[in-house]
């Protein structure tokens, strides 16, 4: 019995269709550079929040 | 120069001069939800934008919230931008919105020119005539146009907010920030520049091109798709047309810069005369000029604002007098060549500049682009004189705060103030106080950061470049200084987020689209960051009480101290790189040598 197509085959496949080309890699690669950037974005925003909170006086 | 030149440009600055002031307090109104007369408009788009999206106006939010809303909405849009660029010649309606039947965007140049568009930088490595459609233009490019602009608002509000704040943990709202002004300023402001560009000639449809037979018919040489070189006669010509006012108006008015076409504001269907070249000259600065009077307006201290806005002056009349003065002189190795003015031109370094503007609109021009993060052009900065050059060069690398791009050019010249603060403080040993806050070692830190992460990304970027003959030098037209200058300013437009070329180079390679991506990011979201946090910190700090030691911000000392911290600044960090790149090149020019 064939697999059942998962979500992301389903987008690839699309993709693919829709593009008219074989490109969908460079896809995934690209919008993987903006998810990385932005998630990294976050996180600096958290590390200059932790920058800012003060040591307890000794 | 002549006075007439000076005319001109004494007249736009009289123009940005006197429209500050309205414009500022009405801005000052609409951030702090005062009543105004576009109320009976706005207001009820607003009340439904609101209740459509789920947001809270009354919701205040902390440094924090406030950035990570700003990150997650810019992620989306550029997310989506990327998605449509990739699926433009598939989407419905092609016949009206795509009627060249222009191809998908290739991923990397997507992922660049969505990255640019949402960072307001619009940095351009296609000719957009030749690669976007009518739909991507509009929905994508031209939506960025005003959402970026906004944003950049909003932030700058958020800074003044964090000033003007006393023991509070909030900064406002980042959506109803946004939303107003869009709906209160840059919406209406655009509408009517639209409409005064398309009654100048700007075009306005979503025909076709037109093809058209040349009068003088000529012989060019023309590579294939095969890669073999052929002679042919070239006697018709593809004439652009489209959706241009409406993108023209915010490209201007919220410091854009990304062109319908290639030749951007060169191009007589982007800028049909010399009333819109004036015209889209005043509506780069008419914004972030009047900010400065919002600032003064909302932290209480109005002398503050015109201290801000005098030091902007300064710097901005330095660019324009040495550009103009080198454009003016021409270059001196074409000595046999005549160029006094005469009917046709106004004498001097003619080479790029459009003839229907002239050597004193093109320094202005230049100078304004880059003062503020604009980028679009009316000439060809890679032309102008070593000298000349390096004005919009320096303009950048010093982080575009004469007058700056909307919002952007404000916070940065803010973040600069409060460095400014603290060296004042220090030459007189007490702890440093801006407007009743005082400025603290968290505040210190997070400017510096602000500060230095521009120079890192542009200075990184370049260097890492000019060490690969194949992936970064091979792109270059010009060899020696020149050559480092055109890359210099291609990374630093980049992280700057103002967008304009230097050209002579192609970008539209995977290493230039990805490195030119990253760098903008980079330039727009990693310097907000600390900027926030400067701002949320300042909110919660008690207000204390003048004293004999507190350094006044609203006098001309302070001007001067503020111009003289942004020029060490920018002259300890980039000089070595000047010098071997423009400086070199006019020293070499004058010693007969050329690139």
């Known amino acids: 019995m064939p697999r059942p197509m998962s979500a992301c085959d389903l987008a690839v496949s699309t993709s693919r269709r829709l593009a008219g080309r074989d490109l969908v890699m460079w896809d995934i690669g690209m919008i993987a550079i903006g998810v990385a950037f932005f998630a990294t974005a976050i996180a600096y925003v958290k590390g200059c929040e932790l920058l800012s909170i003060k040591e307890p006086t000794k | ?595």
């Open chain 2, 1 to 595: 120069m002549s006075a007439n030149g000076w005319l001109q440009i004494g007249l736009f600055f009289a123009l940005v001069l006197v429209s500050a002031k309205p414009l500022g307090v009405y801005m000052a109104k609409v951030f702090g939800r005062e009543k105004t007369l576009f109320d009976v408009l706005a207001r009820p788009v607003e009340r439904l934008i609101y209740k459509l999206t789920g947001i809270d106006e009354a919701h205040e939010m902390k440094w924090t919230e406030y950035a990570i809303a700003m990150l997650v909405f810019s992620f989306v849009t550029m997310i989506v931008t990327y998605a449509i660029e990739r699926l433009q010649h598939v989407l419905p309606l092609q016949g009206l919105l795509n009627p060249q039947g222009l191809a998908n965007v290739e991923p990397a140049l997507a992922l660049n020119t969505a990255a640019s568009f949402t960072t307001n930088t619009n940095w351009q490595s296609y000719v957009p005539e030749a690669t976007m459609s009518y739909l991507t233009e509009m929905v994508t490019l031209a939506y960025h146009n005003f959402a970026s602009a906004a944003v950049g608002m909003a932030l700058a509000i958020a800074f003044v907010r964090g000033i003007a704040g006393r023991e509070k943990k909030t900064l406002g709202n980042f959506w109803v920030d946004t939303t107003r002004a869009t709906l209160w300023v840059l919406l209406p402001g655009s509408l009517i520049l639209a409409l005064v560009l398309v009654s100048q000639g700007v075009v306005q449809n979503f025909r076709p091109y037109d093809t058209v037979p040349l009068m003088q018919p000529f012989q060019a040489q023309v590579t294939g798709a095969d890669g073999k070189t052929t002679t042919q006669t070239i006697s018709t010509q593809t004439i652009g047309q489209g959706p241009v006012a409406s993108q023209e108006a915010i490209k201007m008015l919220g410091t854009n810069g990304g062109g319908f076409f290639n030749a951007n504001s060169a191009h007589p269907f982007e800028n049909p005369n010399a009333l819109t070249n004036f015209l889209e000259m005043f509506a780069i600065f008419v914004i972030p000029g009047a900010l400065t009077i919002t600032l003064g307006r909302m932290v209480k201290s109005p002398g503050h604002g015109w201290a801000v806005f005098a030091a902007m002056s300064a710097l901005f009349f330095a660019g324009v007098l040495v550009s103009y003065w080198a454009e003016s002189h021409g270059n001196p190795l074409l000595h046999n060549v005549n160029s006094t003015a005469s009917a046709m031109q106004s004498g001097g370094n003619m080479e790029g500049k459009e003839v229907r503007f002239g050597i004193a609109n093109s320094a202005l021009f230049a100078t304004a682009t880059t003062d503020a993060s604009c980028g679009a052009v009316n000439s060809m900065h890679d032309s102008f004189t070593p000298l000349g050059g390096i004005v919009p060069l320096v303009n950048i690398l010093l982080g575009e705060i004469v007058f700056g791009g909307v919002g952007a050019g404000l916070y940065g010249m803010l973040i600069f103030v409060v460095v400014t603060v603290f060296i004042a403080g220090l030459m007189v040993g007490r702890t440093p106080e801006y407007l009743g806050k005082k400025i603290e070692s968290y505040d210190v830190q997070m400017a510096m950061l602000y500060v230095l992460i521009f120079p890192f990304s542009v200075l990184l970027f370049a260097a890492v470049t000019v060490l690969m003959p194949n992936l970064g030098l091979s792109s270059l037209n010009n060899s020696g200084p020149h050559g480092l200058s055109e890359l210099l300013y291609a990374y630093a437009s980049a992280t700057g987020n103002n967008g304009s070329a230097f050209a002579g180079l192609n970008a539209n390679t995977h290493w230039y689209n990805l490195s030119i991506t990253v760098a903008m990011l980079v330039g727009r979201f990693l310097m907000i960051v600390p900027m926030l946090a400067v701002a949320g910190n300042l909110a919660q700090k008690k207000l204390v009480p003048p004293s004999a030691g507190t350094f006044p911000v609203n006098t001309p000392l302070f001007t001067v101290l503020l111009v003289g911290v942004i020029l060490i600044v920018g002259a300890l960090t980039f000089f070595p790189a000047l010098a071997l790149g423009p400086i070199l090149e006019h020293l070499q020019m004058l010693a007969g040598v050329s690139y």
